[in-house]
């Protein structure tokens, strides 16, 4: 599965972005999504995933109600809606694929076996 991830860019403090994460390859719509961001200096860290079977989604807390993920009937590409942006949201974007059948934490990393190339999100106040 290959990943490819678009639309991030610059944004004043309250604008709002709209990522993409395309997936191509076997079984490609197959599988659990997760977004995770990485600011500079610190870890990667969940922001939000849905998983394939349901389309429950989940979101790390510092998102809640900011972000949402989503995905169209093809459930491909996916897409995480940010509003209400924050200087604090600033970071690469990274979008995951985690295979629909593996039962490890949907909010954890080392669960996604697929990753994309990352997207800068730089957010000004």
């Known amino acids: 599965v290959q990943l490819q991830a678009s639309g991030g860019g610059f944004s004043q403090t309250g604008g709002s972005l709209r990522l993409s994460c395309a997936a191509s390859?076997?079984?490609?719509?197959?599988?659990?999504m997760g977004w995770f961001r990485q600011a500079p200096g610190k870890e990667r860290e969940f922001v939000a995933a849905?998983?394939?079977?349901?389309?429950?989604?989940y979101y790390a807390d510092s998102v809640k109600g900011r972000f949402t993920i989503s995905r169209d009937n093809a459930k491909n590409p996916v897409y995480l809606q940010m509003n209400n942006l924050k200087p604090e949201d600033t970071a690469v974007y990274y979008c995951?694929?985690?295979?629909?059948?593996?039962?490890?934490?949907?909010?954890?990393?080392?669960?996604?076996?697929?990753w994309g190339q990352g997207t800068l999100v730089t957010v000004s106040s």
């Open positions: 390859g076997r079984a490609a719509s197959s599988h659990d």
């Open positions: 995951a694929a985690k295979a629909r059948y593996n039962i490890s934490p949907i909010r954890d990393s080392r669960s996604y076996g697929y």
């Open positions: 849905i998983r394939w079977s349901d389309d429950n989604t």
